[in-house]
């Protein structure tokens, strides 16, 4: 997925404030710059400022917080990297503790896709509940994916053994980024 350049920071910054404490964005009293008559100047901040900025939604397929902001929609996370460190981040945003809504920032890292689909929870159609780690005939296949490819680790006994294995490899290659759960 292509990431769209956000707008300039001192528009946002003219348009919400952002606690990075909690991770909420709040729309501030726009100026008069902003809008093309005086009515819808007045007309907006009457309704929004002082307002929470955003909604849940699911614009990629996974749901995140977004801002509708000069017509596009922006995703609150790449939002609270730009004010809070003063860029636009060039790749993705990981959210360390894997809830997508939770923009505090201590909660956000720069992340490659493939860091954040180590960060990613097991899928939600697994029979075993366990990331790598599916049943065959009476026993346990264990798997990892590396650059893209799937890595065979091994069959085992037991949903343990094959737990250990893909547990030991996940954190010898993902690192910081490994999420087991």
Known sequence: MAINKLPEISFVRECLDYSPDTGVFTWRERPRSHFVNDRGHWQWNGKFAGKPAGSRSRPSGHICWVIRLSGHIRMAHRLAWLIAHGTDPAQGIDHIDGNPLNNRINNLRLATQSQQRFNARPRTNSHTGIKGVTLNGRG??????????????????????????????????????????
């Open 140 to 181: 346990y296949d264990a798997r990892i994916t590396i650059d893209g490819k799937t890595q065979y680790l091994g069959y085992f006994q037991t949903i343990e053994e094959a737990t250990e294995a893909r547990h030991s490899a996940a954190t010898a290659l993902h690192g910081e980024f490994v999420r087991h759960q």
